[in-house]
């Protein structure tokens, strides 16, 4: 897949490898991205399952201790945001988290291996019609997917804290507190304003996720095309392996971000203006 920076120029090369395997379904469904998504979420599953399957009380083992850690991290990091009840709020910083990671870490895929591997089964003619994006959060799909769940998942906490009645009357009497007649005067702003700000929730953090992840997977395509295929093959190799380096500690902090402001989204949600 290198070669097509030299025969079609480096706009074909990333044109190429920023297309996604779609299937029409109705409309256009990314197949890439959401075989990627449910096959590291399930690996995260299988993992996380056997783990606490083989748990035991004595001296743990790597495997054991390992996972032990990550889940005192995340459970630290809940317990020092979120004051109430952690049972549910635990489980999910962590699914967040590791699921978010395994998915940025799809990045540090060589780019052209998806390429390669068709190129070697199918033929060089199938491999150039056939598009593969490993990055599930490069995609704003998932990351929307991701939010909206989030969205919705605040929602309940809010209404679970709150009431039906008393999250209602929130959206009407905050921020700006009023009395007597005043407050049906500010009850429309009061509303425009809380809309505004549940809805910009969902959004930061899909943008935020997506757009570093985007970036990064752009930067791979530069230097792959630029580096990999004009100059020659070691400069890229050096290129590739500094940016990846760097791109750990984004693959990392980006997971981190919207884990932790998922706990925090969710703390202001049960509590009151």
Partial sequence: MASEAQSGGLNEYIGHHLNHNVVEIGSGFNLDTWLV????????????????RKATPGVPSK????????????????????????????PLALTIFIWIVFMNTMDLLPLDLA???VHTTAGAEVAHHTYFRAVPTADMNTTFALSVSVFFILIGHALSAKGG???????????????????????????????IEWLVKPISLAMRLFGNMYGGELVFMLI????????SFGPGVLANAAWAIF????????????????VVYIAGAREGH
């Fill in 63 to 90: 495997g054991q201790a390992f996972v032990e850690l990550i889940l005192e991290f995340i459970d630290g990091q809940v317990r020092d945001t979120f004051h109430g009840d952690r049972r549910s709020v635990t």
């Fill in 224 to 231: 792959a095309g630029l580096l990999g295929s004009w100059i």
């Fill in 165 to 195: 009645l008393g999250f209602g009357k929130e959206l009407l009497t905050a921020p700006f507190h009023a009395h007597g007649f005043m407050v049906v005067l500010l009850a429309p702003v009061n509303l425009a304003m809380n809309i």
């Fill in 247 to 262: 791109h750990i500690l984004i693959i990392l902090l980006q997971a981190y971000i919207f884990m932790i402001l998922t």
């Fill in 115 to 117: 390429g390669w591997l």
């Fill in 37 to 52: 998504s449910l096959v590291l979420g399930l690996l995260f599953l299988l993992w996380f399952g056997l783990a606490a």
